[in-house]
């Protein structure tokens, strides 16, 4: 699997290639490190002084020389300089043209240590996307990026679209060798609806359950959970969640085909989630048996 960081000499920049590293982990992972410049945009109103040019392409090489110095030896590891009129669209040329499989991306600083705050780069990745974007929040580079992933959570449902983050989660699941756990997230919110609307969850879980374990390697160990609570926020904050942990989850219905929209559940998701996110395109294809 090949995993693109999006890479800036910022904290956030640093959040990005440091959960990039611990992706790649998984034998046979390449991962490329993407550095976007300025395409020149404004080069039609005002002249291109060719001694800032330069200086600036020098700094962008020692960033990414940088960033290369922080991923431990062993790693199939390169570097890119992107040129483009807006760090999205250097992130999305550049994905396509490397053929990435997934684009790491770091939330704003100015979110809580260890939560979420999306930044322009990734809101519009999060809505344009063909490929998954993983969100790393601030401080994630304080984590020990020798530590592999140790369980993939993927938050699955019955609308349209969920079979397609159950087909992510197994892939991821079974390329960095971790647990997989099932999650359905239940928001009670009508009175009496309670012990029906577990009920349904927890038989949509074990459906889910018995698929991914036909279709998961052997050795690989699936579990399923209802969590629930008064809101999708308060089902969130009553799981626990391992440090070294991945959350998966789909994008919203209103998404254009094979692209990404983040949808509410997400966007609920990600006010409470302590740990890396995952968030998979409408429609996503891919062939489990791989």
């Not at 090949?2 to 982990?25: C, I, N, Q």
């Not at 700094?59 to 290369?68: D, K, T, V």
């Not at 009670?188 to 879980?205: F, K, M, N, V, Y």
């Amino acid at each position: 699997m090949k995993f693109l960081v999006g890479y800036t000499a910022t904290p956030a920049g640093a959040d990005a290639l440091a959960l990039g590293v611990r992706l790649a982990r998984a034998p046979g992972s390449e991962l490329e490190i993407v550095l976007v410049l300025d395409g020149g945009e404004r080069a039609t109103l005002t002249p291109t002084d060719p001694g800032n040019n330069s200086l600036l392409l020098e700094a962008a090489e020692g960033w990414l020389a940088q960033a290369l110095a922080l991923v431990p030896a062993g790693f199939s590891v390169r570097t890119h300089l992107e040129h483009a009129d807006s760090l999205t669209q250097g992130l999305l040329a550049a994905a396509a043209r490397l053929e990435a499989n997934l684009i790491v991306v770091g939330a704003a600083t100015h979110g809580l240590l260890g939560r979420f705050a999306i930044g322009s780069v990734a809101s519009g990745l999060l809505h344009s996307s063909a490929i998954p974007v993983a969100l790393a929040p601030e401080g994630t580079r304080l984590m020990n990026t020798d530590e592999p992933i140790s369980r993939i959570t993927c938050a699955v449902g019955t609308k349209a679209g969920a079979g397609g983050v159950l087909t992510a989660g197994i892939l991821l699941a079974r390329t960095v060798d971790a647990p997989l756990r099932l999650v359905s997230l239940v928001a009670i919110d009508r009175p009496g609806a309670d012990a029906e609307a577990i009920q349904l969850a927890a038989d949509h879980a074990q459906a889910v359950l018995d698929y991914a374990t036909e279709h998961l390697m052997d050795g690989l160990d699936v579990t399923a959970n209802v969590a629930s609570g008064r809101s999708i926020e308060q089902a969130v904050r009553g799981l626990h969640w391992e440090p070294a942990e991945v959350a998966v989850v789909g994008s919203s219905r209103l998404a254009q085909p094979h692209r990404l929209f983040l949808g509410s559940i997400a966007a609920k998701m990600l006010r409470e989630l302590p740990v890396p996110l995952i968030v998979v395109p409408r429609d996503f294809t891919a062939t489990v048996g791989e």
